[in-house]
């Protein structure tokens, strides 16, 4: 049975060469003084605004802004340090005069959390005031504005989020708080750490990880013992647009285990752009860029040369909207494909064919062909790009 993991391994072994030559590394931890004194300039800025009667202002680096973002291939999309495309929140200005209010609120409930070592979730920070902030959304904003205009990660303001990816497999570790955690249940998945940097003492003999897009996938993966089946490895999902901690999670298990990271998603523009997120990074959070991405991440499937590969029942393929020809046309020009000239010739031929299958098509062929014959095969013979 060992012949299922020649290729993986010896994937494994490359990426490991590649690691050392790697030119970006882990940024220096930020403590708790760090951001405590960035703080302080903040709130010094807005009272010398004052005494100057001038009307005090918030500026951070864009993070909505193309302009803002540079690329390399070691670190996917990350904010260049000479960005020059700028938010001003003005406290002088009617349309941001709230913002304005809203950001010192939650900026003074960081400053207390950090000073006092306590930990609160974003959720609580707006329970704490649902008429001032009126949605949650607003609140997970702020806090991401804050986390750029500080320069410093958001788990070093204190401010946790609730996960909602799943993992399972072979893997243990400690929480921060000395929980021990065990993913090795063949029917039940366990969430992602709302603390991802507090993880410690991870112990794991898995040869791969595969990042699932889908929960419906993931489940079914689960109810099919995929993780047995393929002993011993990690599969976990972001359900859909991965959040932060499934992101920094990802990140955990390639910088602790450096063993090939896959992706599985539906052969549409929709799943290839969330793998992107995975390898690359996202606009909005690219000043975090060197804490989330993995550029190692293999795209496993269900690539559209699968498709006509496989002779999948074209009754069960989708066909293309307007908006997916601009999702992926769109993609097609991300500064990243041109170092990935296999997954832009996959792009094209699904542009061309102008049509789009889900994972679960692959029942269409056989109810347990994705864990029984398509998985094994394409990991046991090296079928990823």
């Known amino acids: 049975m060992s012949e299922k993991f020649v290729e993986v391994d010896r994937l494994r072994a490359q990426l490991q060469n590649n690691r050392s030559g790697e030119l970006f590394q882990q940024e220096t931890e930020i403590t708790s003084q760090d951001v405590l004194s960035r703080i302080e300039k903040v709130i010094l800025e807005i009272i010398t605004s004052l005494t100057k009667e001038e009307a005090p202002m918030l500026v951070f680096q864009n993070r909505s802004s193309w302009a803002n973002i540079r690329f390399d291939s070691a670190v996917g999309l990350h904010m260049g340090p000479d960005s020059n495309t700028v938010n001003t ?51 997970d904003s702020i806090v991401d504005d804050i986390s750029c205009m500080l320069k410093a990660p958001r788990r070093s303001l204190h401010v946790l989020a609730t996960s909602k990816g799943f993992l399972s497999g072979d893997l243990s570790y400690m929480e921060e708080d000395g929980t021990k955690v065990n993913c090795s249940s063949r029917v039940t998945a366990m969430s992602v750490s709302s603390n991802v940097c507090g993880i410690k003492n991870i112990s794991s003999q898995a040869k791969f990880v595969l990042i699932v897009e889908k929960d419906a996938t993931f489940q079914r993966l689960l109810d099919d013992g995929f993780c047995s089946r393929l002993a011993p490895c990690i599969i976990i999902t972001g359900k859909g647009v991965p959040d932060v901690n499934s992101r920094l999670m990802v990140k955990k298990l390639w910088d602790t285990l450096h063993v090939p990271i896959f992706a599985l998603v539906d052969a549409d523009p929709h799943g290839i752009e969330i793998m992107c997120i995975y390898k690359y990074g996202s606009v909005s959070m690219s000043f975090e860029a060197q804490n989330l991405t993995v550029p190692s991440v ?12 496989l002779r999948v029942p074209k009754d069960v393929l989708i066909p293309f909207t307007k908006k997916d020809e601009s999702k992926l046309t769109s993609l097609l020009k991300r500064p990243y494909i041109v170092y990935q000239p296999a997954w832009e010739k996959e792009m094209e031929m699904m542009l061309k064919l102008r049509q789009k299958a889900e994972i679960q098509s692959l029942t269409s062929l056989a109810p347990d062909f994705l864990t029984s014959v398509y998985l094994p095969n394409k990991l046991r013979y090296g079928g990823w790009i």
């Open 89 to 139: 929140i003005r406290s002088d200005c009617s349309a941001s005069v709230n913002r304005f209010a809203l950001t010192l609120k939650v900026l003074s409930a960081v400053y207390k959390l950090v000073q006092s070592n306590t930990y609160a979730t974003k959720r609580d920070i707006y329970y704490n005031d649902t008429q001032l902030f009126g949605t949650q959304r607003t609140v």
């Open 298 to 309: 293999m795209w496993l499937g269900l690539l559209p040369s699968d498709i006509e590969r």
